[in-house]
């Protein structure tokens, strides 16, 4: 039979809600603690799942606890770093909400305590598991597009009062950039579907002059690729746009725009062919595939595997959103080695 593994939950926000569904509803996983520093809020997201399990206020408490295998990190990505360093020293599986971190020092603080503390992770650039990405994917695996020598990716998506988390996203401190608070998952993309990033070259700009953001909410990099070929990302996050994660991919052999599709594998093809799927069309996280992650997760356990996103492939995506950032910063390109 096989074994539960017990979690335990690092934060009591919205994406936090998200795990503990997904994690409830697995026969092979248990939600075991949730952590955080209030105690009434984090009961009250117990009860709204109906879900039976302890109330912790120290997270060295949990982390330490025998009785936890895995922890999930929806922390504030500023405490994350130091988090995920301490579960993996406790040998504990991790699950890291994006941004992994704010500064490139966390990277490494985490990368040190994961290579030397071998232990299952996955980041969430939750997209990967999205239906259209990997119908895109699958198709770029079969070579229906060859090389992907442009690919082309936006995030746009007004995130203003109405989130909760925009009384802090909106600060220097912990929203960092358009890129790191929310633009990374394009960044992400991008390598997902063309490979690495060897180049950044990138500006950022303000939307309204009365804007609350500490920092320019709003960003286009311009990448080249370890393939040869070019990348871009924009990123707004104070726009007047519906949300949109636009995908469009040039390859020698075929195109993807979203979720239609134009190869040589289809010879008698005159025009785009759309494949019928979910679309990253929405900003709100119960649209996105939890479950889906947690399925590749818990897999990666059973199994003795990788995630789709392990750490260091998560890690990858966040050294050239910190490339983007410290191009914006300074007006220079940013070579990544």
Same mark, same amino acid.
């Given at each position: $039979?096989?074994?539960?593994?017990?979690?335990?939950?690092?934060?009591?926000?919205?994406? +936090?809600?998200?795990?503990?569904?997904?994690?409830?509803?697995?026969?092979?996983?248990?939600? *075991?603690?949730?952590?955080?520093?209030?105690?009434?809020?984090? /009961? /009250?997201? %117990?009860?709204?799942?109906? @879900?039976?399990?302890?109330?912790?206020?120290? *997270?060295?408490?949990?982390? !330490?606890?025998?009785?936890?295998?895995?922890?999930? %990190?929806?922390?504030?990505?500023?405490?994350?770093?130091?988090?995920?360093?301490?579960?993996?020293?406790?040998?504990?599986?991790?699950? @890291?909400?994006?941004?992994?971190?704010?500064?490139?020092?966390?990277?490494?603080?985490?990368?040190?305590?994961?290579?030397?503390?071998?232990?299952? &992770?996955?980041?969430?650039?939750?997209?990967?598991?999205?239906? $259209?990405?990997?119908?895109?994917?699958?198709?770029?695996?079969?070579? +229906?597009?060859?090389?992907?020598?442009?690919? /082309?990716?936006?995030?746009?998506?007004?995130?203003?009062?109405?989130?909760?988390?925009?009384?802090?996203?909106?600060?220097?401190?912990?929203?960092? !950039?358009?890129?790191?608070?929310?633009?990374?998952?394009?960044?992400?993309?991008?390598?997902?579907?063309?490979?690495?990033?060897?180049?950044?070259?990138?500006?950022?700009?303000?939307?309204?002059?009365?804007?609350?953001?500490?920092?320019?909410?709003?960003?286009?990099?311009?990448?080249?690729?370890?393939?040869?070929?070019?990348?871009?990302?924009?990123?707004?996050?104070?726009?007047?746009?519906?949300?949109?994660?636009?995908?469009?991919?040039?390859?020698?052999?075929?195109?993807?725009?979203?979720?239609?599709?134009?190869?040589?594998?289809?010879?008698?093809? !005159?025009?785009?062919?759309?494949? #019928?799927?979910?679309?990253?069309? !929405?900003?709100?996280?119960?649209?996105? #595939?939890? +479950?889906?992650? $947690?399925?590749?997760? $818990?897999?990666? @356990?059973?199994?003795?595997?990788?995630?789709?996103?392990?750490?260091?492939?998560?890690?990858?995506?966040?050294?050239?959103?910190?490339?983007?950032?410290?191009?914006?910063? &300074?007006? /220079?390109?940013?070579?990544?080695?």
């Amino acid at each position: $039979m096989m074994a539960t593994t017990k979690f335990a939950i690092v934060g009591s926000g919205w994406v +936090a809600g998200e795990y503990l569904k997904a994690i409830h509803a697995r026969k092979d996983a248990e939600v *075991y603690s949730i952590v955080s520093p209030n105690a009434e809020r984090a /009961q /009250q997201r %117990l009860n709204d799942y109906g @879900i039976e399990a302890r109330v912790v206020t120290s *997270y060295e408490q949990a982390v !330490s606890d025998p009785n936890v295998d895995a922890v999930v %990190l929806c922390s504030t990505p500023d405490i994350r770093a130091e988090q995920a360093a301490l579960a993996a020293k406790n040998g504990k599986h991790i699950v @890291i909400e994006k941004p992994m971190t704010m500064e490139r020092q966390g990277l490494e603080i985490m990368a040190d305590a994961i290579s030397k503390n071998p232990v299952k &992770t996955v980041v969430s650039f939750v997209l990967r598991w999205n239906p $259209m990405f990997e119908s895109t994917k699958a198709l770029i695996d079969d070579d +229906a597009l060859g090389r992907v020598y442009m690919a /082309q990716i936006d995030y746009w998506h007004h995130i203003g009062p109405k989130y909760v988390q925009y009384s802090w996203s909106k600060t220097k401190e912990l929203g960092g !950039s358009s890129i790191l608070s929310a633009g990374c998952h394009a960044v992400d993309a991008v390598r997902h579907f063309a490979g690495d990033v060897t180049e950044v070259m990138a500006y950022s700009c303000r939307t309204w002059a009365d804007s609350d953001y500490e920092f320019d909410p709003n960003s286009i990099a311009i990448f080249k690729m370890k393939n040869g070929g070019l990348g871009k990302v924009s990123a707004s996050i104070e726009c007047k746009t519906p949300y949109r994660f636009n995908v469009h991919l040039l390859g020698e052999k075929g195109t993807i725009m979203d979720n239609k599709v134009y190869t040589h594998k289809l010879p008698g093809q !005159s025009d785009f062919a759309t494949v #019928p799927t979910i679309l990253p069309d !929405s900003g709100d996280v119960s649209h996105h #595939p939890f +479950a889906m992650e $947690m399925a590749d997760f $818990m897999n990666a @356990i059973h199994t003795n595997t990788t995630t789709r996103c392990d750490f260091f492939e998560g890690y990858k995506s966040m050294q050239v959103s910190f490339a983007i950032d410290e191009s914006c910063r &300074t007006g /220079q390109k940013v070579v990544i080695l």
